[in-house]
């Protein structure tokens, strides 16, 4: 059973709070395990990789064979059946339609001082997927990370996947395809992320790291943040479903585990004006737990971190909504759009009741590479902007540097900085010498 | 005397492999530390801040004393004398025309497939920035970190600011309220960043913590990094500029020691294919030197990271440019505005004999906080987009989810996530069971 809240219990705050703030993660302490990792791979580089993925991925390598062939990855993309492929091609599609839009545009204008000014974007040179390998090694993610990348105008793509035993899952290596990735590397945790940031003699340096991983690899980003780029440290994932008692409880139970299935720590909330609908859910929920594949993962994450809680009225749920910061909102009810509106901290918003997460996972275009963990305040999602950089541009006229310049070296001198101020004053002196000569 | 360097010597790849990768900083280990201080505030709030500020910053605080009193930043800003006051006023004036152009806008658009797709940008509610006390405490800064979180439309924005010995700078107070800044406190190093980012008694925490700091504040802000957002972890600045011989040396030479006076750490390149204008150049700075009254700072910097590279070309400019991702470029050729185009990692370019660095510092408009150390490879200064977030929307139609609910239900299947299909297959029946009635 999940916990039953209620805003008007009293203690509904402190109930709230804790299930807001409670870990649902061990901090499992690998980080001193991580700088020797790293170390390593920067000392001896394909030598340390090879030793570290022989004795935990239990598969032997030669620097010849760190990287998938071509016939390797033809063999695995001809193995995928027709209907998978057509469905991941569709996805691709979509993906690639949604983040074009995201493309930023360059500017140029010249102010009323006559300085020009502006800025362009350009993309980051190279960057490497991480996709983690066994249960949690998703196609779909390949694309999401793989896209925005390839959109924005990455040069260089690469992804690291380990393949503990050798084997791999010819859908990722099929959808490395579809996105345009370069080469796929079989290694895999701190060792890959450590390879990506600095290079050995066979990986190359990349600029950017993104996409998810254990605590290893968390760890490992974490640690060459400022080396390079990366995207952001991903936390179990989590659902909120605001939805009305007009809905199929039916729909929502499924809503809510497919949140739950994916991990023993992800977390599904419901938050319905009308308590009896949400024992109705909850009971849809244990009806579809029973034959669920995953039941015993599913079951774990919605017994332990599950909620449901009863609100007075909207204005309760948006609240509530604005304070979880979820990852992924969905709306089912009749004023959707009004309350889509209102929710300021989501990752993604899934409006309406034909709109189930589950379609943004895969298809829908937006990226599900999301803000998890209450991040949703301060983070977005993934997208173009995460592979591309601006740099500003300043053109000074005489005019714009006689009618700026004076307060440049009056801000420079009241903080000390003599050179500024004389970097602007020498120039200063010669345009008037000019319009005195 | 700073390096000379020539592409043409045969050693000089590694030479300059070597300027691009020396460190200019020591890496204290702070960390411990850190963690401790970190902890310290989380458990006793206040009470902690006003220990360490009283033990570092020799200041006696009460928890009413932690902010700043508007009769004590009215009085400071009284102080400010008319013509400082102006500049900032022009100053701010100008960065926040220029931010109010980076806002980005809300998409929503109706695909081929009848799906409704989108997304939405929203401020973080809170953010804190942190202003260095000391050498290092900038008005400047604070308006370039103040005016994008106000243009984003930050609700809450605070400061946080060590006064060693109870001293500070009334211009940063002028900025802070020129910039709409809510509160100012007291308070500096790790412990600053611990109470942003889990809050006090006195001090509520923010989503969102910008601006420099020395290695205590750059490692307590790479371990909140996750609770709450940081924008960058700042290193020693730096300056590259591309000169053709027909440019003054004495303007060139005061741009580089401009860049050295910060700091003994930070870096200044002149590159031109011009031996000669390049030794000119250096002997400008020695002249200057002698009579720079931060002549030990500058003169430091200068003598042991500050290089002259001669090249044979254009070509070879902007290739050692783009190697290098300096945090400033400045360009002062006769092709400067071809040369920019072709530089693609750079913070900030100045374009033109007539923009030395120092008018972006203050007055230009573009922000000065820049990606460092190379990081320009990958990130970009801050702008208002470090304080917007974007949720993604997603709307299906019966039509829409019919031309694309199959691929998600097949994708589903081959991840081996069963609720996510049934979520989708679930609403296909209904809405097939309805076109068949």
Redesign the interface.
Known sequence: MPQFLDTNDPGFADEFADLLTRKRESDADVDAAVQEIIAEVVARGDAALIEMTARWDRLELTPETLAFSKAEIDAACAEVPA??R???E??AE?IR??HS??M?ED?R?T?LSG???G?RW?A??AAGLYVPGG?AS???SVLMNAIPARVAGVERLVICAPTPGGRVNP?VLLAARLAGVDTVYRVGGAQAVAALAFGTETIEPV??ITGPGNAFVAAAK?RV??K??ID??AGPSEVLILADAAN?P??LA??L??Q???DASAQSILITPDAGFGRAVAAAVER?LET???RAI?GASWRDHGAIVTVADWDEAVALANRIAPEHLEICAAE?EAL?ER?????????????????????????HV??T?R???????L?V?DFL??????????AA?RA?????E???R???????????S??LA??NAEMAG
Request: proline share 6%.
């Open positions: 209907a998978e057509a469905a991941l569709l996805a979509r339609a949604y839009r995201q930023p500017r204008w102010d300085a020009e000014l800025w350009s980051v040179s249960l998703y196609p779909s859908l600029d950017k974490r943040f400022g390079v780029g952001m440290i199929d039916d729909w499924l809503d585990l497919a739950a299935e994916h579809r669920l594949e995953r599913a959707a889509a929710v300021r901290h989501a990752g993604a918003i899934f409006i309406g009741a034909l709109t189930p997460e589950a379609i943004g996972d895969y298809v829908g275009g937006p990226n999301l803000p963990a991040s949703a305040r301060f983070s977005s999602g997208s902007l950089k601006r740099t500003t541009l300043a053109r000074m006229t005489p540097l700026i310049g004076p307060a440049a009056t801000l420079a009241s903080e000390g900085l003599e050179a500024h101020g004389l970097s602007v020498a120039r010669r345009l």
